[in-house]
Nanobody
């Protein structure tokens, strides 16, 4: 079965950096685009970044452009989110997402990112 396991979250000061990882299993990772979402308390889940199967096409939410970088290593079945210049408004639970060809969404358990001095 599909498993997505996020890691790398934590507490960071404004302006700091974190690198999130999502280890995937249970499907052919290189056949699917992957996404990072985030959800802050009281807010809807927000799409942060998308990377296509081979990493050739990438898109970002306007709020993170120029600060976040999504990447993937198909040999390791892992997708990453490098987050730089973090702001308090980036604080959220970050989720890795797989969308199947049938439109089914699969989620990891999430990793908490806290940005505070």
């Amino acid at each position: 079965q599909v498993q997505l396991v996020e890691s790398g979250g934590g507490l960071v000061q404004p302006g700091g950096s974190l690198r999130l990882s999502c280890a995937a299993s249970g499907f052919t990772f290189s056949n699917y685009a992957m996404r990072w979402y985030r959800q802050a308390p009281g807010k809807e889940r927000e799409l942060v970044a998308v990377i296509t199967r081979a990493g050739g096409t990438i898109s970002y939410a306007d709020s993170v452009k120029g600060r976040f970088t999504i990447s993937r290593d198909n040999a390791k079945n892992t997708v990453y989110l490098q987050m730089n210049s973090l702001k308090p408004e980036d604080a959220a639970v970050y989720y890795c997402n797989l969308r199947s060809y049938y439109g089914d969404d699969f989620w990891g358990q999430g990793t908490q990112v806290t940005v505070s001095s």
